[in-house]
């Protein structure tokens, strides 16, 4: 079974710094894809970042991007100029489409503060 | 409007009682989604959809029945609540296997 793994319960961060949140992921999969999605105070699930496994280039999203090492299977996101707004839970998924309907796969995320 | 919409936002609820958790899609999308949220655990999967009349059981489907009359319409029921099961409950759907998943809004449910 496929697993995904977030080893920073917690994180912080400076205004306008960069912070980078870990993700691995366990899978014999070959093709699949890997998100970020961002969790604030309301609740709602936004989703932040998705990547191609059989796309060699990381995904970026204006001031979020990822470092996708695929023979390592980890997925790092980088947020680049820090902003209060970006104080969140974290969530890292994966996803295969081979296998029919499956769903999301997610780590148990990392809590980010970001300090004026 | 168009979207995912979930109902109650909040609701408590008694040890034994049966409760329903609604989910309603505006797109027809054909996957839908239930997961529970707990700290320390992330988001876990109940119970999942393919299609109208097609559903699988998640990781955790232990006490809960859905149902999927309608493609737009995915309700998720607690056929005797246990305190077990106080959790934020999120509904999910998707167009496609290698799609993202559009999350409603969540309830959140406490089991008194």
């Known amino acids: 079974a496929q697993t995904v793994t977030q080893s920073q319960p917690e994180m912080s961060v400076q205004e306008a710094e960069t912070v980078t949140l870990s993700c691995t992921y366990d899978t014999s999969e070959s093709d699949y894809y890997l998100f970020w999605y961002k969790q604030p105070p309301s609740r709602q699930m936004i989703l932040v970042i998705r990547?191609?496994?059989?796309?060699?280039q990381n995904a970026t999203e204006n001031r979020f991007s990822v470092n996708f090492q695929k023979a390592a299977k980890s997925f790092s996101l980088k947020i680049s100029d820090s902003q209060l707004g970006d104080a969140a839970m974290y969530f890292c998924a994966y996803r295969t489409p081979l296998s029919g309907n499956t769903p999301l796969v997610f780590g148990k995320g990392t809590r980010l503060s970001v300090i004026a | 409007d168009a979207g995912i919409t979930q109902s109650p936002r909040y609701k408590i609820t008694e040890t034994g009682r049966q409760v329903t958790l609604m989910c309603h899609q505006t797109w027809s999308h054909s996957y839908m989604f239930w997961y529970r949220q707990d700290l320390g655990h992330g988001l876990r999967l109940i119970y999942y959809s393919a299609a109208a009349d097609i559903t699988d059981k998640g990781e955790v489907p232990d006490g809960y029945v859905v149902s999927r009359s309608k493609t737009e319409n995915f309700p998720l029921t607690l056929e005797s609540a246990t305190r077990s099961q106080t959790s934020v409950y999120f509904c999910?759907?998707?167009?496609?296997?290698?799609?993202?998943?559009?999350f409603g809004s969540g309830t959140r449910l406490t089991v008194v």
């Open positions: 990547q191609e496994a059989y796309k060699q």
């Open positions: 999910a759907s998707s167009e496609s296997v290698a799609g993202s998943g559009t």
